[in-house]
Structures are given as structure tokens and as C-alpha cells.
């Protein structure tokens, strides 16, 4: 007759650490909410500026550039304007996949 083997955690398998201090984390039900917010909202904001800075002045470049064929100039706005939004896009999306990512880092066997 086959026991039927349980798992019991055992004092060997430690629980990961954290990557903050529990007084700094929030619940884990909500994985963006896990890091500091200020760590969150701080960088995004910095993008975001940087990212309209940067559309304001190209767009303000190609008003320059074609400012004496209007229907040129108001294609190459557009464009810029598309431009800088998907950049932007691009640009939050990847930073946000950065703070929870999807598979958690794997040691080699020799390592572990």
C-alpha cells in the first residue's frame, strides 16, 4: 500500500524576502500598489513632462519648417503629435510591466 505524501512547510523553505520593508509595502492584492507610490508617480511624472516637452518643441519645429505650405505643415503636426503620443504610450507601458513582472527571476540549478 502507497502513503499519500504532504507537504508541510518547513523551516528550510524560508519565504522570499521582500523587496521593501513591510512597513513601506501596501497589500499584495494589488501588484503596482506593492512599491511606493511616490517611487511610481514620480518617475511617471518626470516622463510625462519630459515627453510633452519634447512634442511641444518638435511640433513647434516643423511649424517653423513648413510654415509656407499649410497643408504640409498641418500633416507633419499630426504626425508629430501621433508620434510623440504612441512613444509616450510605448514608453509608460514598458516602465509599468518593469514594476510587476509577469515571471518572477529563475536561479540556475548550480546556483541555487
Known sequence: MLQQATYTPAADHPPPPLPFSPSV?????????????????GALIVGTMLFA????????????VWRNDKDSQALAQLSVILAAVCMYI???????????????????????
Open 90 to 112: 510605448m514608453w509608460a507601458t514598458c516602465y509599468l510591466h518593469q514594476l510587476y513582472p509577469l515571471i518572477r527571476p529563475i536561479k540556475p540549478a548550480h546556483l541555487a
Open 53 to 64: 516637452l519634447m512634442a511641444v518643441l518638435a511640433y513647434f519645429c516643423v511649424s517653423v
Open 25 to 41: 509595502c501596501r497589500a499584495p492584492s494589488s501588484p503596482l500598489l506593492s512599491y511606493p507610490l511616490p517611487v511610481i508617480m
